[in-house]
């Protein structure tokens, strides 16, 4: 299981200069003018993650599969977006098909480079895009709420549920607030997503910084920091014009490079890792001869429902679980090393997989 996190922001932000590299292509052309991204680019990445090579090498297994993820270029937002001004109608269409948003603010100085807003300030322009998916989604309740009301008169409990849900939206809305804020109890969470409000997605601020701020920040970003803090939501300060270089580059080219910028690591990874972290997920691994794999799952699933997400059938005919910390398959060199060790376990449907468990499932065809 990965996610579709769409890429969104103001136009010449930096949106399709990150995707580049998120891709490590050039599918996403990137222009000095509004709406140069005229369809969303889709495209698939792998997650970083340095436990898995070491599994594939201590099994021996042919490859190495990494879990992924996409992401969604969706082209540049502006005022009048909610009206359906610009490209606008297509665009907020996008963002209710991903499950998290990742907000490319622009936290740089450029003369080079137009600002679509005639000055710098990325707290701005997150007011002026959650405005408007906080107008488009007001709009869409109250039309919502209209169809309701023969459902209503006749009893349905669904459409009773819907009204609740709704107008509790509507009602943070109208009071400044995005949906995400509402509070959500754990039966109520699935009618929730499949209302699809566009301000319910969960937010990442993504600060765009210049090159010699890629490591530290700068005064911009640190103004969407707070931000950030104040509304609870997740930040993280790139350097896109850095990382689209640095995915041009082999190996060996980008840690020498990395270095040289005084960089740990790409900043991609630490994009990715934030993601994880906004949607609750963690990965699991299954290892063999012929691969060693990485898997996505929420944070929380059980068994049965981890083993799903290889096949349906692992899931219908499931057994039990055997599995094996990823600490202790490393420490006793692979799974006959931890069993002699007493690391090895057996567990059942309700166990609650961990992060980095490495798991073989056993199953009824």
């Known amino acids: 299981m990965g996610f579709r996190m769409g890429i969104v922001g103001l136009p010449n932000v930096g949106k399709s200069t990150l995707f580049n590299a998120l891709t490590r292509t050039a599918a996403a052309q990137a222009a000095n003018f509004p709406f140069c991204t005229i369809e969303p680019n889709v495209g698939d990445v792998a997650v970083p993650d340095s436990r898995l090579p070491r599994l594939a090498e201590i099994a021996k297994s042919k490859q190495g599969i990494p879990t992924r993820m996409t992401f969604v270029d969706i082209a540049g937002l502006g005022r009048g977006a909610s009206k359906g001004e610009g490209l ?64 209503l008169r006749g009893g349905d409990k669904e459409a009773v549920e819907q009204n609740r849900l709704l107008r509790r939206a509507l009602e943070t809305l109208e009071a400044g607030r995005p949906a995400r804020t509402v509070e959500i109890e754990a039966e109520e969470r699935k009618s929730w997503r499949m209302l699809q409000l566009l301000t319910a997605k969960p937010v990442l601020y993504v600060c765009n910084v210049e090159e010699a701020a890629a490591g530290t920040g700068n005064a911009l970003s640190e103004k969407v920091a707070a931000m950030a803090a104040d509304q609870g939501a997740a930040h993280v300060v790139i350097s896109a014009q850095i990382e689209e270089e640095i995915s041009q580059l082999d190996a060996e080219e980008a840690a020498l490079f990395l270095s040289e910028m005084g960089l740990e690591e790409p900043g991609l990874d630490r994009l990715i890792r934030a993601g994880y972290d906004l949607l609750g997920l963690h990965t699991y691994f299954t290892v063999g001869p012929k691969e060693a794999r990485a898997w996505t799952i929420p944070v929380g699933t059980l068994a049965q429902q981890a083993a799903g997400v290889i096949h349906g059938d692992f899931e219908r005919g499931f057994i039990r679980a055997e599995t094996v910390a990823y600490d202790d398959y490393i420490a006793h060199d692979g799974e006959a090393g931890a069993k002699e060790a007493g690391k090895f376990r057996v567990e059942g449907k309700t166990y609650e997989v961990r992060d980095g468990d490495v798991l073989h499932f056993l199953f009824n065809a």
């Not at 269409?93 to 907000?103: F, L």
């Not at 039309?143 to 309701?148: G, I, P, Q, S």
């Open 88 to 151: 606008g109608n297509q665009f907020l269409a996008n963002i209710r098909e991903v499950d998290a948003i990742a907000h490319v603010l622009r936290c740089f100085e450029d003369d080079d480079v137009t600002h679509v807003e005639g000055k710098i300030d990325p707290v701005a322009d997150a007011e002026t895009i959650e405005t408007e998916l906080m107008i488009a989604d007001m709009d869409s309740i109250e039309k919502r709420l209209a169809n309701l009301s023969r459902k």
